[in-house]
């Protein structure tokens, strides 16, 4: 080996101060680099969490850490609303009371993995295994206290409704001023929907436990799937229940203590397959808002309004959504609607919250919140998008 071996050529030192000159440019070229993924996700994931949506409204696919909504002035739509111990609340397909100066949230606990039962696989039915019922309360619809799983699931007996394997949505609680108890009614059903009973819980407390009694068919054995109940100004209330395989939307009275229909009711929105049905009143007028029948899949809200009686008849007055994805109902389908009062006299209210579901049906417990408020525009109802709003 002479003694300058080690030493480079014209040619290798070329190279040489070439691959240097990369070199010295590589860290700053990362740091730029990854400066911009890193941009772009945030870009990306604010988009999602619903700050900017100039072109498109933001839908979860999985969640991630911007999506959290620990804002405690606005109601982002579409965000993880968060409880207040941080904790995403668990409340889907929900139903609401107001309670001595406390609004209530119960909800299905969509814990778990999701899959899709074979029975259900034609239509994309997908789930999770039953946990339960959970309820929140708060005093001013922003910050929600857990109070826990107020319906848990029987595990000990495989035929019992609230056996893992069956199917508890949609809970809607009602105060009765009569017997000053609380009840729950929900769509209960087989894994594979074709049982379409409706149940009934009953507690002394708003924040629970409620007591399962049992489900059956009301109105001659007729189905029954989702569902919302509705309490007049003089206590009477009413189940609203899909059927006839979701082809019709049955109106019936409740007993006067809630815990079983009476008998008489009326088949609407016939041959309409309407799904998710929430219901107020305003100035007299009875209002409906719901859904098409297409699994988790959103499609285009339904709105109506019967002037009459609750019973109908009932005039379809098209999609509320307005703008953008309206078509889609904002990705998300109805729930409830909640009147915003202080006298938990929705009659007396002059807002209302459309509350529905963003549901994920790859991943059901990433599902999400979409509220937003309702406006009454020439004799018919609109929602429009808003990225963040205050309900108070
Ligand atoms: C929806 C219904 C939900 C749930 C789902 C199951 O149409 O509104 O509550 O039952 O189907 O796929």
Redo the contacts with the bound molecule.
């Keep these: 080996m002479n003694e300058h071996s080690h030493l480079l050529s014209k040619n290798d030192c070329d190279v040489y101060h070439r691959q240097r000159r990369y070199y010295s440019y590589l860290p700053s070229c990362i740091t730029i680099t990854i400066l911009c993924i890193c941009f772009s996700v945030v870009l990306t994931n604010k988009h999602f969490q619903g700050i900017r949506s100039t072109t498109s409204i933001p839908i979860n696919s999985s969640s991630s850490i911007l999506d959290y909504d620990n804002d405690k002035k606005y109601i982002h739509p579409g965000s993880i609303f968060l409880d207040t111990q941080n904790k995403p609340i668990n409340a889907h397909?929900g139903g609401f009371i107001f309670y001595n100066n406390t609004y209530y949230w119960y909800g299905e606990i969509k814990v778990g993995s999701t899959y899709l039962p074979p029975s259900?696989a034609d239509?994309?039915?997908?789930?999770v295994d039953l946990t339960g019922i959970s309820c929140y309360s708060s005093t001013d619809l922003l910050n929600w206290r857990y109070n826990g799983n107020v319906l848990p699931t029987v595990l000990n007996d495989t035929e019992h409704d609230l056996n893992i394997d069956k199917?508890a949505?949609?809970p809607k609680v009602v105060y009765n001023e009569r017997t000053n108890k609380f009840v729950m009614w929900l769509?209960i059903?087989s894994m594979d929907?074709k049982r379409a009973r409706s149940g009934v819980a009953i507690s002394d407390r708003p924040e629970g436990p409620f007591t399962y009694i049992n489900s059956f068919r009301s109105n001659a054995n007729q189905m029954a799937?989702?569902l919302t109940v509705f309490v007049d100004d003089n206590t009477r209330a009413y189940l609203f229940y899909s059927s006839e395989d979701n082809a019709a939307l049955h109106v019936t009275e409740l007993s006067d203590d809630y815990l079983s229909t009476k008998g008489n009711y009326s088949r609407i929105f016939i041959d309409r397959y309407m799904?998710?049905p929430t219901i107020f009143k305003k100035d007299g007028a009875y209002y409906f808002i719901g859904?098409g029948?297409?699994?988790?899949q959103p499609n285009a809200a339904r709105s109506a309004v019967s002037y009459t009686s609750i019973f109908g008849p009932w005039k379809e007055l098209g999609n509320p959504a307005q703008g953008l994805d309206a078509n889609t109902t904002f990705h998300s389908?109805s729930t409830y609607v909640l009147p915003v009062v202080g006298d938990g006299d929705s009659s007396g209210s002059e807002r209302f919250i459309f509350i529905a579901d963003r549901?994920n049906?790859k991943n059901l417990s990433d599902s999400r919140y979409i509220w937003l408020p309702i406006s009454f525009e020439e004799d018919r109802l609109a929602i429009h998008w808003h990225d963040k709003w205050s309900p108070t």
Excluded: I, L, P
């Excluded at 239509?123 to 789930?127: H, L, Q």
């Design positions: 397909g259900n239509w994309g039915g997908t789930r199917v949505e949609r769509h059903d929907y799937r989702d799904e998710a859904s029948c297409t699994a988790w389908q549901w049906e």
